[in-house]
Nanobody, 112 residues
Framework: QVQLVESGGGLVQAGGSLRLSCAASTSIGSVPLMGWYRQAPGKQRDLVAT???????NYADAVKGRFTISRDNTKNTLYLQMNSLKPEDTAVYYC??????WGQGTQVTVSS
């Protein structure tokens, strides 16, 4: 069973930055697609960003130009650099391996 452990969440003021990490218990070098999703209270889980093995990326319109997804295959870790954070970015952030395996989530709270 693959385990994913997110970290790096917290409380930050609007305009600030956070970097989320997702450590995998398996090698991620050959994983076709990894991504980040988020779920705000009372809302559905939405796509934030995905990163393909080829290096191709996809971002939700709401985060384009502010968030950057990346991976370090040597550390089996996926990252999400979040800059210029807004209160509407407040949510629990989840990483996933191809939609098959999910982490437990990390809370991000952005104060105005």
């Amino acid at each position: 069973q693959v385990q994913l452990v997110e970290s790096g969440g917290g409380l930050v003021q609007a305009g600030g930055s956070l970097r989320l990490s997702c450590a995998a218990s398996t090698s991620i070098g050959s994983v076709p697609l990894m991504g980040w999703y988020r779920q705000a209270p009372g809302k559905q889980r939405d796509l934030v960003a995905t990163l393909a093995r080829s290096g191709g990326t996809n971002y939700a319109d709401a985060v384009k130009g502010r968030f950057t997804i990346s991976r370090d295959n040597t550390k089996n870790t996926l990252y999400l650099q979040m800059n210029s954070l807004k209160p509407e970015d407040t949510a629990v952030y989840y990483c996933t391996l191809g939609g098959l395996f999910w982490g437990q989530g990390t809370q991000v709270t952005v104060s105005s």
